[in-house]
């Protein structure tokens, strides 16, 4: 039972929702199985971790049904039952949060009951405490926001008879008419990104280069791309002209539209980054959580000659120093592997060791338990690696088990490194020959990923070379073609290069 699906469900519950859940349960509306009752008080007991071995199946069982014997058929209808009255309170849970959308249900029902005069005594209160000039307090989408807004003016206009004020007609019909118009606007810039960002590492992982041209017969693209920039600088101040927010928001995304769509010229990444880090104390959490995603797509597929390697990646590191900063990671009860996993990463690739450890201390508790452990190990190899702790670094990275295929690719990589600082190379000649194969065993069709690696072994292969037996030359060549490619822990390389160059300064292949 430890590992079922309800625990999972249970562990992310707090102390309150153990409480609801248990009233939820006892409520004959909900449930009317009073085994389940009996199930969740002795599952209860083992809040918050549930990891107790008196969880085990069959030690449940001889609790609910001393002196039986155990019955499989029966345990696993009561442990699904279990499990559906789970799912169904954190989705009475999540429909709670939203009272915006919960506004917009009742007075639904009540209009189409017709209970004009209810729905007549309700509209005040529920236009004073929904509808925001300011967007900056939703706690929902933008477009969810104008879409559920929208239909409220739209109850309160159409399907209500005795509307008569002016005031309220007009209102009504702005607020209708503008938050159809963003909506319609954001989701096709969604649309949008979602087609060129998974055409881009559709390319990116094949091996050939980003053809963002091949999509444009889907509807968003061909709307958007079809719209001349002069008439999007009309539609940015009409909208502007109904509120400052809305534009703030709607440029966001056209900003974000314009960058994906010319990828070889960096302004528009400046433009789009200089305008959410002056603007993001009046944007909404998604929208700049949405504007930080476009940023890094756009650094990572650039294609302008002008901006090199280098510069991508102390601007990335920017954008996860601001994203930690501002606490713009997450927004649910936890963070995904991945998600934990590139955050370290960038601060271990940039030498920033006190900015690692505060990630984690922070984050920590928003990792899902079954990674949590070997997540936590991970960042403390990485910690020690960079405190040149490189023995006890390596004695964790050979113990810890990452689950995802960009954590393992990571952890292999930190693996050699290690061995190099060591000056351990006959291992890091198994460890390389392991990695290489690593995607042979996980059989991924990802092509560059796979010549990446061999790029990646050949190259500490190099640098082990160059310690015993220096060329300055070749190691000057070495270092232009790693400043000119995509490499990962690029400035751990050239730090490398820097100190074999430095050490051989008396060789006679030196030239200073």
């Excluded at 499990?83 to 999540?94: D, G, H, M, V």
């Excluded at 005795?162 to 005031?167: A, G, R």
């Excluded at 796979?450 to 640098?463: P, S, Y």
């Amino acid at each position: 039972m430890l590992k079922s699906s309800v625990i999972r469900i249970l562990r992310t519950f707090s102390k309150d929702e153990i409480s609801e859940f248990n009233d939820f349960l006892k409520s004959p509306y909900h449930n009317k199985k009073s085994a389940v009752v009996k199930l969740f008080n002795e599952v209860k007991k083992y809040h918050p971790e549930f990891t107790n071995g008196n969880l085990d199946k069959e030690l449940i069982w001889k609790k609910l049904y001393p002196g039986k014997e155990f019955g499989y058929g029966v345990f696993k209808n009561l442990i699904s039952d279990f499990t559906k009255l789970a799912e169904s309170f954190i989705t009475n849970q999540s429909y709670k949060e939203n009272e915006l959308k919960e506004a917009t249900e009742l007075v639904k029902s009540l209009s189409s009951r017709r209970l004009i005069s209810i729905v007549e005594n309700k509209k005040k209160n529920i236009i004073k405490k929904f509808y925001h000039e300011d967007l900056k307090s939703l706690k929902v989408p933008v477009e969810e926001y104008f879409y559920q807004i929208s239909e409220l003016y739209n109850i309160f206009l159409w399907k209500n008879e005795k509307v008569t004020l002016k005031e309220d007609s007009e209102r009504a019909c702005k607020v209708y008419e503008t938050g159809n118009f963003i909506t319609s606007f954001i989701n096709m810039f969604r649309v949008h990104y979602h087609i060129k960002s998974l055409e881009l590492f559709k390319n990116l992982r094949n091996g050939s280069k980003p053809d963002i041209k091949s999509h444009e017969s889907l509807n968003a693209s061909t709307t958007l791309d079809s719209i001349p920039e002069k008439s999007f600088l009309i539609l940015l101040n009409s909208v502007r002209d109904v509120s400052e927010s809305y534009y703030l928001t709607f440029n966001t995304y056209y900003l974000g539209y314009k960058g994906i769509s010319n990828l070889d010229d960096f302004n528009h990444y400046n433009r789009l980054k200089e305008f959410v880090f002056k603007n993001y104390r009046h944007l909404p959490y998604i929208v700049i959580v949405d504007s930080l995603i476009y940023l890094e797509i756009q650094l990572v597929f650039c294609n302008d000659k002008k901006i090199t390697l280098l510069k991508k990646e102390d601007e990335l590191l920017q954008i996860y120093d601001f994203r930690f900063k501002k606490n713009f990671i997450i927004e649910g009860t936890y963070m995904i592997d991945d998600l934990f996993v590139s955050f370290l990463t960038v601060f271990f690739s940039h030498f920033k060791l006190e900015t690692l450890e505060q990630f984690t201390s922070k984050y920590k508790d928003y990792l899902m338990d079954e990674s949590k452990e070997n997540l936590l190990l991970f960042s403390k190899a990485l910690g020690l690696f960079l405190k040149s702790d490189y023995r006890n670094s390596l004695k964790i990275l050979s113990q810890i088990k990452l689950d995802t295929f960009i954590g393992k690719n990571l952890s292999k990589k930190v693996v050699l490194l290690v061995q190099y600082e060591l000056n351990e190379y006959e291992s890091f000649l198994y460890s390389s020959d392991a990695f290489k194969h690593f995607f042979l065993y996980t059989k991924t069709n990802e092509k560059q990923m796979t010549t990446d690696a061999k790029i990646f072994c050949e190259a500490i292969g190099k640098l082990f070379k160059y310690k015993d037996d220096p060329d300055i030359l070749e190691l000057e060549m070495m270092e232009q073609e790693i400043k000119n490619s995509k490499f990962a822990f690029k400035k751990w390389f050239l730090k490398k290069i820097d100190e074999i160059k430095f050490k051989n300064k008396s060789h006679p292949s030196y030239v200073g």
